[in-house]
């Protein structure tokens, strides 16, 4: 270890991989700490990704891929069933090994990786963060960095201790339960949504295949549901009903900031990526691919900050982060509010109408200008989708 | 003897040995008054406002809203 370093990244999730190899991959010094004593572990995700997600990244890998995904099936409030298929279009990961295959392309690099440190405050001098404290096996330390990246995920506190204004209103707060169980007998190259007021009011309900009958089946619902509801009962519900006796592998928890970027993500010394920048696609509640981008541009913005000795430089990185997706997330955003509003009836009715057109033709974007018939304000907003 | 919040006694309540620490409630917390490490966590008391956000958002209903007050 060094005395100082030239980057600091706080998390070693997706986004603080990709911030600490594109960082050091410029040639200047990063050290990326963990809280937790592994990377990857534990895993709160449902851990579906696009192909050109992972692929921007990482060649594909069998050793990190349970399932190869072809299909959608979008399942109404009635039991009626919307199929969209797409050739070869993702992935449902083994996060475990996948997110320790991202820090080590981090270490590749040149990067350094610290586990078991808990970053608990931040070091600032003159209104510039210059470094981080924290506590390394009971032991509370100190450590200067020119710059200091935060990618502490949907429990990031690290932009509030530099000032900016970072909390997650309740209501844009996806909370979620999910179970990993086995027996589950369903397609293992289709993705399975579940709409409506029974399994997931405002949000949706998850069954993703991850082979050998095994399945990640969870939920996420607003806090605003929370507040009534909480997430964990609906999930009870849903297994009761349709999986009584399945044997439960793993069960957790977790949190999806599911809203726009904030609207600011650097500051003199600071830069914020992936959940704990919001860097979540609002609309599906992904963020594994998103937070990569979000942590690369910020990486390499860090990186050629500290070689051009121009630390002002990384006060560029919103307008990139906007410009590559923050725009699009806007759009997600809208479409999000639209269709998630639903009632029962006209998430049955979409499906209905989406059945009735031919087999070879039910495209996602056939899906979305059936629910349009009975939304036609969000016809710009999905038109901008398929543009942009 | 109740803890002591911001603004009175300490109406919120974790269930420690339940916690899953996925850190919804935290990122929910306007007062940055809870923290949490990789298997601990626990209400800096100080800076509670007793605003229920975290009850709300706990997938899995370990904190609880405790209108009595919680003891020390
Ligand atoms: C139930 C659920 C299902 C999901 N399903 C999907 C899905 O199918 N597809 C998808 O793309 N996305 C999904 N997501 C979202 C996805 O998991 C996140 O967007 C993604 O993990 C964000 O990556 P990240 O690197 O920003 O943060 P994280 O992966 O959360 O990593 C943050 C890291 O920072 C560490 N950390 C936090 N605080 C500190 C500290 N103070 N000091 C040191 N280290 C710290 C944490 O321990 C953690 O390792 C899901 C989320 C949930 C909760
Ligand atoms: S009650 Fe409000 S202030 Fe207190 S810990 Fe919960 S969210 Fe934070
Ligand atoms: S939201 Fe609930 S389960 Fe998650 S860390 Fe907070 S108290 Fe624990």
Redesign the pocket.
């Known amino acids: 270890m060094k005395i100082e370093y030239d980057i600091i990244v706080?998390?070693?999730?997706?986004?603080?991989s990709m911030a600490a190899r594109f960082a050091a991959e410029k040639g200047v010094s990063v050290l990326m700490?963990?809280?937790?004593r592994d990377?990857g572990y534990p895993v709160?995700?449902?851990?579906?990704?696009s192909k050109a997600g992972v692929e921007e990244f990482i060649s594909s890998d069998e050793k990190w891929i349970t399932a190869h995904i072809n299909k959608f099936s979008l399942n109404s409030p009635d039991g009626s069933e919307a199929v969209v298929e797409f050739n070869d279009a993702g992935y449902v990961l083994e996060r475990r090994i996948f997110?320790y295959e991202l820090a080590k392309t981090a270490a590749n690099a040149g990067a350094e990786i610290l586990t078991r440190?808990?970053?608990?405050g931040l070091l600032i001098e003159n209104d510039k963060v210059c470094g981080v404290k924290?506590e390394y096996r009971g032991e509370q330390k100190e450590l200067k960095a020119k710059i200091v990246i935060g990618?502490?995920?949907?429990?990031?506190?690290?932009g509030r201790w530099a000032g900016l204004k970072t909390h997650i209103h309740f209501k844009d707060m996806e909370c979620?339960a999910?179970v990993t169980a086995s027996n589950i007998k369903i397609d293992s190259d289709t993705l399975y949504f579940y709409f409506g007021q029974q399994y997931a009011p405002g949000g949706y309900f998850w069954v993703?295949p991850k082979g050998k009958n095994i399945a990640n089946i969870?939920l996420?619902v607003s806090g605003m549901v929370g507040k009534k509801r909480s997430a964990l009962s609906y999930l009870n519900n849903f297994m009761d009903n349709n999986y009584p006796a399945a044997p439960v592998l793993t069960s957790?928890a977790?949190?999806?900031p599911s809203t726009v970027t904030l609207k600011k993500i650097s500051s003199p010394g600071i830069m914020l990526?992936?959940?704990?920048a919001r860097?979540?696609n609002p609309l599906s509640?992904?963020?594994?691919?998103s937070?990569m981008i979000g942590?690369s541009i910020a990486g390499r913005i860090a990186g050629e900050a500290v070689k051009m000795n121009k630390l002002d430089h990384i006060l560029t990185y919103d307008k990139a982060w906007h410009e590559r997706l923050g725009k699009r997330h806007e759009t997600f955003e809208r479409i999000k509010n639209g269709i998630y509003n639903f009632s029962d009836e006209k998430f049955n009715k979409i499906s209905h109408s989406f059945n009735k057109i031919p087999k070879d033709k039910r495209t996602l974007g056939r899906l979305f200008t059936t629910a349009l018939i009975n939304q036609p304000s969000l016809l710009v907003d999905i038109a901008k989708v398929f543009v942009i | 003897m109740f803890r002591q919040a911001k603004n009175g006694k300490l109406m919120i309540e974790i269930l420690p040995d339940k916690c899953d620490f996925?850190?919804c409630c935290v990122g929910v917390c306007p007062e940055d008054a809870i923290e949490l490490k990789e298997a601990e966590i626990f209400i800096i008391d100080k800076r509670c406002t007793n605003c229920a956000k975290c009850v709300w958002s706990c997938p899995i209903e370990v904190i609880r809203f405790n209108k009595e007050g919680v003891s020390l």
Do not use: H, M, T
């Open positions: 706080v998390g070693a999730g997706p986004a603080g700490l963990e809280k937790d990377v709160r995700c449902g851990e579906a990704i997110d440190a808990y970053v608990n924290y990618a502490d995920g949907v429990e990031s506190r690290i979620c999910q993703f969870g996420g957790i977790g949190g999806v990526v992936g959940d704990a860097q979540v509640g992904g963020g594994i691919a937070g942590g | 996925c850190g």
